[in-house]
């Protein structure tokens, strides 16, 4: 028996290449931007820096706030639907910012309004993919590196935008445009084959829950049929008893009293029942069954309105319950803190690294997008690795904890080493592999595997999207807060900005692996007593 069926290994293919084709979509903005700063208005006068970094932070704002909402909207609606427009949207927010280049657009209003457009579509793809994830995969025995491997795709994506962006240019820098329309257009072709073939959920669990309304209906109109016949009976029978009631005095003949009395009996006596306007018996406690039988108010305005109240107060339910699960507000700190260092490379290392000369070799566009690549594939080999050791051993914070003391040991030799004389750039190009390999790990881990992780320890499968949403919504917030910090650093600190930029990526990531502290000696203990790493501290 094959251990995937073809339809988990079309989703696992499809959600995989659609997240990468968004970061595609994102790679050409940190690409471009020393060539906005040298040769576009307004990102050329004095204050660039500053200009082009509350562009990211606009950005990421909106997407912080993007990604909250979307928690709620993933168990409201399918989440496939919200994914065809998203990546119709972000396709298409991105083709307007770089058709900026041709239509000869100097208007820093039209980049902030394209740019905080283009968060907020891009705000629902990771926690619906998550959800759909989830769905297909929750249940199997290698979830957790399943998950992990598929947030390996945010750094294949940087990959592929690097290498794809630096084609694209082959113009002439001075036709930045071109990146975005060919990356606008792959997420937005991703979309389209999504539609027509990515399933939202299993075919069993859709079947399912296709049913249950299908069965409450059914049950609703069962209990009025039964309803009905009941009432028509109680209302047939006393009517035929009060009939009786009336014709029986009239209808005596010659003889009857005679025929109706007993021996001994009074002759005037009379069967019960006979006398003029009397009920017979039981007929008293049906008149009351029927009068008291309450009315079906399944569609009445009063019913409608209170199931509008409960579906309000749902969201704060599921929010609550998701919030209450063990480990989720540490993960979430912590991804906030991963991602505000994650972020502040991502963001600005292809401008770093075109300011530098490596033992004579200038670094150019072109080279830089290579040396951006590297970094990529460090995020993606990191990804696959801790994948697997958190599969082998469940110790989720140990391994969190290590790749991130890792990567802010790392972070601050490499801008050491750039600088040196004797520097060669095969030996620089290593240790941006490593120092993608160590941050990046934790990031697609946090991201991608803990919500079902957490989720399972005493959640619902109906509550990921929530999930997802309280673990990344804060840590966009971290996303933000760096790329803002590396522009005002730049803007007002000419001599100190790129070591103090590269200080708060090694700090970051300290404090990153700090804040797991608890999660870290939960793990060894449960491993020690041989339960293994899973369980999470409350």
């Not at 750094?155 to 690097?162: D, H």
């Not at 979309?191 to 859709?206: A, E, H, I, T, Y």
């Not at 912590?334 to 690294?353: A, D, E, T």
């Not at 033992?359 to 072109?366: A, F, L, P, S, V």
Request: glycine letters at 10%; proline letters at 6%; hydrophobic letters at 45%.
């Amino acid at each position: 028996m094959m251990p995937y069926t073809p339809l988990k290994l079309r989703v696992l293919a499809l959600s995989y290449l659609t997240y990468l084709s968004f970061f595609v979509s994102r790679e050409p903005y940190s690409l471009v931007k020393m060539t906005l700063l040298k040769t576009w208005n307004p990102f050329s006068e004095e204050d660039g820096w500053l200009t082009i970094g509350i562009l990211d932070s606009a950005y990421l704002t909106a997407y912080a706030v993007g990604v909250f909402a979307v928690g709620c909207l993933c168990e409201q609606l399918d989440s496939l639907h919200i994914l065809v427009t998203d990546c119709l949207a972000s396709g298409l927010t991105t083709f307007l910012y770089g058709l900026a280049d041709f239509w000869e657009v100097h208007n820093y209003w039209y980049f902030l309004t394209v740019r905080v457009a283009n968060g907020f579509a891009e705000a629902t793809g990771w926690p619906t993919l998550v959800t759909i994830m989830d769905f297909h995969f929750s249940a199997e025995p290698r979830s957790e590196f399943i998950m992990a491997a598929f947030g390996s795709c945010k750094f294949a994506g940087v990959m592929i935008g690097s290498i794809l962006s630096s084609f694209n240019l082959s113009l002439g820098e001075s036709d930045w445009g071109y990146p975005f329309i060919w990356c606008g257009l792959v997420v937005a072709l991703m979309g389209v084959v999504d539609f027509f073939l990515l399933p939202s959920q299993p075919p069993s669990r859709k079947r399912a829950s296709e049913a249950t309304p299908l069965l409450k209906e059914q049950g609703n109109s069962s209990m009025k049929q039964t309803s009905e016949p009941k009432s028509e009976t109680l209302a047939s029978e006393a009517n035929s008893a009060t009939l009786a009631s009336e014709t029986t005095p009239n209808s005596e003949t010659p003889g009857s009293q005679s025929n109706s009395a007993t021996p001994g009996s009074e002759p005037n006596s009379e069967t019960p029942g006979s006398e003029p306007n009397s009920e017979t018996p039981g007929s008293e406690p049906n008149s009351a069954t029927l009068g008291s039988e309450p009315p079906n108010t399944a569609d009445s305005p009063v019913s409608s309105q209170q199931e509008a109240t409960e579906e309000r107060a749902s969201g704060l339910k599921v929010f609550l319950k998701a919030l209450s699960l063990p480990g989720i507000v540490e993960y979430s700190a912590h991804l906030f803190f991963i991602k505000l260092s994650v972020y502040v490379i991502l963001y600005w290392l292809p401008p770093w690294l075109e300011t530098l000369t490596i033992n004579g070799t200038e670094i150019h566009y072109r080279l830089a997008c290579y040396v951006t690549a590297v970094w990529g594939f460090g995020g993606f080999l990191g990804s696959l690795v801790l994948g697997l050791l958190v599969h082998s051993t469940k110790m989720y914070g140990v391994f969190s904890c290590l790749f991130s003391v890792s990567a802010g040991a790392v972070a601050l030799p490499v801008y050491w080493y750039s600088g040196t004389a004797g520097a060669a750039l095969p030996l620089f190009t290593l240790l941006i592999l490593l120092l993608g390999t160590a941050q990046n790990g934790p990031y697609a881990l946090s991201a991608a595997c803990m919500p079902s992780v957490i989720n399972k320890l005493g959640g619902d499968a109906q509550l990921v999207g929530m999930v997802t949403g309280i673990i990344d919504g804060p840590s966009a917030l971290g996303a933000v807060f760096g790329p803002l910090s590396g522009s005002l650093f730049l803007q007002y600190s000419a001599s100190l900005g790129w070591t103090l930029v590269f200080g708060v990526v090694a700090l970051s990531m300290f404090v990153a692996a700090a804040v797991l502290t608890r999660q870290v000696l939960w793990n060894l203990k449960h491993f020690r007593e041989g339960g293994g790493g899973v369980q999470a501290s409350r």
